[in-house]
């Protein structure tokens, strides 16, 4: 023995080997591999769950809540595999009816009646949709859930339990964390709620269900024990975001879809608006390493050719050293991507910094400027004034960036003097808008501030 064939280094060639099969998506029904910490035993996609998701959703970029989830996941040592019929659906409608997808009017599908109108427009069989779930040997299904797509998720998830009340059935995404939506989803249709985040909680719950963990021990999932006691210990937000597996698009691959790819730099947000929903349901900023989102984009152009991506984190800017770190970094590897992004305007973003987001790729940004009016601005408790956001319209668009511009018309105590001032201000701000995404009246949402204080 010349002590290059070890147990030690026979295992890490197993590990390598194992690894290598995963990847090919090759089941393994057995092995002895076995490193302290480590799990990568893999025996199939089918192993513990099926991701699924329903219209509407975005079509032009594959579900990142499935991709991103699976392959975390897969890294965990769990089997996931994704099945997405919002685009199945979307390809087979025909194309004037394609608005139901604007993202806009997608909300309308919370609609009892709207909802039941449009899926018997589109001829949705959801026995069918029910058998697609049905068909994969997964013992559980977890549903992607969010405000437009919950009514068509739970019609379908009464049926998976009419047909198959052994399935395990579990909801997670925007709406389980949200009290009012989740309500939804009784113990009748739904086994778990996934309050948490997927990678956390959704991770454990496998875990336990598989035997491996004690399921009354699992934070941030709601359920009903056998006992009729209900579980719901919370979970706090997952910190650290660094280390996550790139998305795995080999089964929702980016050419079936539009010519983008969704991607994340942060989740959470350090502001908080009172008219905000979202920040609520996300919680605290908490961001990826700059090199870790460079190398996903710069791995998808390698594999997929991607050249588009659509940040889609709340606001994209709330780090400015992290958002330099990555133009830096695509400036230097010269890729060809071109991307946009969402923005709070802020006192720390600099003209120079626009102009490295140019040479970067940036293609357009989103700004949630909202109002013009100071004293709306502070009312909606936003950090910066229309001086601001004005100075960062301009530096944005003589940097070459197209500017998108979202506004909020009634904010509780605006008058109509604040009204004609955001007016004025929009004139002086002219030439350095270039669209106005949307412009609405202002909602009172569940889990906001404003929902809380409706005085204000
Ligand atoms: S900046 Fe945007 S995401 Fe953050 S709290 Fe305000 S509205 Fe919400």
């Given at each position: 023995m010349d002590g290059t064939n070890t147990a030690e280094i026979r295992m890490r060639w197993l590990g390598l080997v194992l690894e290598a099969l995963k990847e090919l998506d090759i089941p393994v029904r057995q092995t002895n591999y076995y490193f302290e910490g480590e799990d990568i035993y893999w025996s199939g996609r089918d192993q513990d769950v099926t991701l699924g998701i329903l219209p509407p959703a975005d079509v032009d970029t594959p579900p990142r809540a499935l991709v991103q989830t699976s392959s975390y996941l897969a890294k965990k040592g769990l089997g996931a595999s994704c099945v997405d019929l919002n685009i199945k659906t979307y390809k087979a409608?025909?194309?004037?009816?394609?608005?139901?997808?604007?993202a806009g009017r997608r909300d309308e599908w919370a609609d009892a009646e709207q909802c039941r109108k449009r899926m018997e427009t589109l001829g949705i069989d959801a026995a069918a949709w029910a058998d697609r779930f049905l068909e994969r040997k997964a013992p559980n299904i977890a549903f992607y859930v969010r405000r437009s797509n919950m009514l068509v998720t739970r019609t379908v998830m009464e049926l998976i339990r009419a047909k198959d009340p052994a399935r395990r059935l579990i909801v997670y995404g925007p709406s389980a964390a949200i009290e009012a939506e989740r309500d939804l989803f009784p113990d009748a249709v739904c086994d778990y709620v996934v309050t948490g985040e997927a990678e956390t909680s959704l991770t454990d719950l496998l875990w336990a269900l598989r035997g491996n963990a004690d399921i009354n021990t699992v934070r941030g999932v709601r359920w009903t024990g056998k006992d009729g006691h209900k579980r719901d210990i919370p979970r706090e937000p997952l910190m650290d975001l660094s280390g996550f597996p790139a998305p795995d698009y080999r089964e929702l691959k980016p050419q079936d879809y539009g010519d983008v790819l969704e991607i994340r730099a942060?989740?959470?947000?350090k502001y908080r608006c009172a008219f905000c929903a979202e920040q609520p349901v996300e919680g605290p900023a908490r961001y990826r390493p700059a090199r870790e989102v460079f190398e996903e984009m710069a791995e998808a152009y390698r594999v997929h050719n991607t050249r588009a991506f659509r940040f889609t984190d709340l606001i994209a800017n709330g780090n400015p050293k992290q958002l330099e770190e990555l133009a830096d970094l695509l400036i230097a590897a010269r890729l060809p991507v071109r991307f946009e992004m969402t923005f709070a305007p802020t006192d720390d973003m600099t003209a120079e910094l626009y102009r490295k987001l140019k040479a970067a790729g940036c293609k357009a940004i989103h700004f949630g400027?909202?109002?013009?009016s100071d004293r709306v601005l502070e009312a909606m408790n936003k950090t910066y004034n229309a001086r601001v956001a004005q100075r960062n319209l301009a530096d944005a668009h003589d940097a070459g960036v197209e500017t998108h511009v979202n506004l909020i018309v009634g904010f509780p105590g605006e008058k109509q003097e604040d009204i004609y001032l955001t007016m004025r201000r929009l004139k002086q701000s002219e030439r350095h808008i270039?669209?106005?995404?949307t412009i609405s009246q202002c909602q009172v949402l569940p889990k906001t501030k404003l929902e809380r204080q409706p005085g204000r």
């Open positions: 409608a025909e194309p004037k009816y394609h608005d139901y997808w604007n942060s989740r959470g947000c400027v909202e109002s013009l270039d669209f106005v995404d």
